[in-house]
């Protein structure tokens, strides 16, 4: 089992930053990658970003490209999101997930099997 705690939600204004950590605790050896998604108040969940553990190979979707960074601390098994020049449209709640599961894309919430609960974000216009 791996557990997953996220903090570093808030509410920031248009064009400010954030930086939300997950910290993970347990097998976290059997880790392959560790990703962030988000979920709007009505909206699906969606992929932010992912980041392999062996390597550091990331991805990240067209709409954080450029405005968010994601990173890792192999040392403190925690894993960071760095979120720039945010918009009104990056409000929701953003999880930190993990997968144990081998696979060639991290980009669906499917791949990973261990989830946080939840930090906020908001930003207001």
């Known amino acids: 089992q791996v557990q997953l705690v996220e903090s ?64 890792k601390d192999n040392a403190k098994n925690t894993v960071y999101l760095q979120m720039n020049s945010l918009k009104p449209e990056d409000t929701a709640a953003y999880y930190c997930a993990a997968s144990s599961r081998y696979s060639g894309s991290y980009l669906a919430d499917i791949k990973y099997n261990y989830w946080g609960q939840g930090t906020q974000v908001t930003v207001s216009s």
């Open 8 to 71: 570093g939600g808030g509410l920031v204004q248009t064009g400010g930053s954030l930086r939300l950590s997950c910290a993970a605790s347990g097998r976290t050896f059997s880790t392959y990658a560790m990703g962030w998604f988000r979920q709007g108040v009505g909206k699906e969940r969606e992929f932010v970003a992912t980041i392999k553990w062996s390597g550091g190979s990331t991805y990240y979707a067209d709409s954080a490209k450029g405005r968010f960074t994601i990173s």
